[in-house]
């Protein structure tokens, strides 16, 4: 059954055979001919299909070194022109076709392989609290480092790259001054004199800094400012005091809490602070804005090495000071009453300041009316383990002008805004029965948003270095929070809101 399948199989071959026997040569050679050329053809078309096959399927096989990530992605499409084919329209409709974008290949290189160039940044030398210049008038810093002999004086040292005239001109000869006043009067809580000391505070070109160092207590460093006075006039004035002519004193970028407490003392009326702007010092604390303060002489009558005139006052001296109401009405003391040279009502001006910014550094050092973290200071001094006796606490930072002892200056305005509601202070209003009519004013009005708003916008450095509107309007909701706080303990409390001398 095998045998004749097969030849039924073989027969055409082998009748093709015997016909081609037959021929003449001429047509067997034609026939030879022919197939050698079709199979010459058929060789030299292959390579080239077989090629375009692997070039389509090279297409669609990733690359080598993509991260597993891109495993799920959509394919890459080739970026060439596409074929007739592939850009004929089906004609089937329910066959959905999706446009995939063409994504572009990682080099050979992988990022981070190749090492980028360098672009060196020359910048000034950046001076830290402790380590500053003292410049002569031309502007360029001189002199060398001088001995630690001496602690209470003036510290020299020399800065050899920084020129002082460069620096000023690039922040302060731009004729833009950061103190912004738009209008033809400045806010009117402002006197002419605390919108001059701003701008001087702000643009003044300075002249030379100096560090003082005075007694247990923190080095200050003072900058002197070019103002109008005539050479031979600072010249007289520099051989008396530390100023020559004009001078302020620059803060660590931390204390940003007195420029906000100098606009919060001017809004409420107060006038306790002396004036302190924001400003930016390209060879002191990498370009931060720190907050600088208006130096004041008078503050200092034994001199900076001795510091303040402070009031010395323990806790149970305080509030029997405001039982007594000590200078009330203009009324002497008794000379065994106690009594201290400030004015009853300044007392009300500081509790009423104090607890809207949580300074406990002054009434409340030890901080024992409330809960201190760990990191406080008070808690890491041990000073809030002596609560037990508060009576014998004394108080600190009260400082008076020597001209003028019935009055307080609010110095050292450490306030804190994270502080919550239910951690407040309420031991800095202890004792007092009377505010200032004139600020409760202002936090019943409801205007302390608007006018703080107003107010800190003229200081540009302070305004940015806060984070513009959105960082400002967080303070001041702290400062609203607390005045609402503050309203509902005066009607508690039945405390008396009487008019008191500015």
């Known amino acids: 059954m095998g045998k004749p399948r097969l030849r039924l199989l073989c027969f055409p071959f082998v009748k093709v055979i015997d016909s081609f026997q037959k021929c003449p040569l001429s047509r067997k050679s034609l026939i030879i001919g022919i197939v050698c050329a079709i199979l010459v053809v058929s060789q030299i078309g292959y390579p080239q299909r077989h090629g375009r096959r692997r070039t389509d399927q090279d297409k669609k096989r990733r690359p080598r070194g993509l991260d597993d990530r891109e495993m799920s992605g959509p394919l890459p499409v080739a970026a060439g022109p596409r074929s007739d084919a592939e850009l004929v329209v089906p004609t089937r409709s329910n066959v959905v076709y999706i446009t995939l974008r063409a994504k572009r290949l990682k080099p050979a290189h992988i990022r981070g392989t190749v090492r980028p160039k360098v672009r060196r940044k020359v910048r000034s030398p950046s001076l830290t609290q402790s380590e500053f210049g003292l410049l002569d008038d031309a502007g360029q810093i001189n002199g060398n480092f001088a001995h630690k002999t001496n602690r209470k004086a003036t510290r020299e040292a020399d800065y050899k790259s920084v020129d002082m005239n460069q620096e000023w001109r690039t922040d302060a000869d731009s004729h833009l001054s950061s103190i912004r006043i738009y209008s033809q009067m400045a806010p009117p809580w402002f006197s002419a004199l605390d919108v001059e000391t701003m701008r001087f505070l702000a643009d003044a070109r300075v002249l030379r800094m100096k560090e003082i160092f005075r007694t247990d207590t923190s080095p200050l460093l003072l900058f002197e400012g070019e103002t109008s006075v005539s050479p031979a006039a600072q010249t007289r004035a520099q051989g008396r005091s530390v100023c020559g002519s004009r001078c302020g004193v620059v803060l660590s970028p931390v204390d940003n809490a007195e420029v906000f407490a100098f606009h919060l003392d001017r809004v409420l009326a107060l006038n306790r602070t002396l004036p302190a702007v924001s400003r930016k010092f390209r060879y002191l604390h990498d370009g931060q804005s720190c907050p600088v303060v208006s130096w004041d002489a008078s503050l200092y009558p034994a001199g900076l090495a001795a510091g303040w005139a402070p009031v010395r006052l323990t806790w149970a001296e305080y509030q029997s000071s405001l039982k007594q109401k000590c200078w009330y009405k203009n009324v002497s003391p008794k000379p065994d009453s106690g009594c201290s040279t400030i004015h009853h009502n300044e007392w009300s001006k500081l509790a009423l300041f104090d607890f809207l910014l949580q300074i406990h550094n002054r009434l409340d050092q030890s901080c024992c009316g409330f809960r201190p973290r760990h990191k406080d200071v008070c808690v890491q ?112 409390h039945g405390i008396k809101i009487i008019p008191m001398n500015v």
């Open 381 to 492: 001094l041990g000073r809030h383990a002596k609560c037990g006796d508060r009576d014998q606490i004394k108080l600190a930072n009260i400082i008076h002008r020597v001209h003028n002892p019935r009055q307080l200056v609010f110095m050292n305005n450490k306030g804190f805004f994270d502080r919550n509601e239910d951690n407040l202070d309420f031991s800095l209003l202890e004792g007092i029965r009377e505010f200032p009519e004139q600020a409760v004013s202002v936090l019943r009005s409801r205007k302390l948003r608007q006018k703080l708003l107003q107010s800190l916008f003229l200081d540009q450095t302070y305004w940015e270095s806060q984070g513009g509107r959105q960082g400002i309007d967080k303070l001041i909701d702290v400062i609203e929070r607390r005045a609402n706080v503050l309203l509902t303990y005066i009607n508690a």
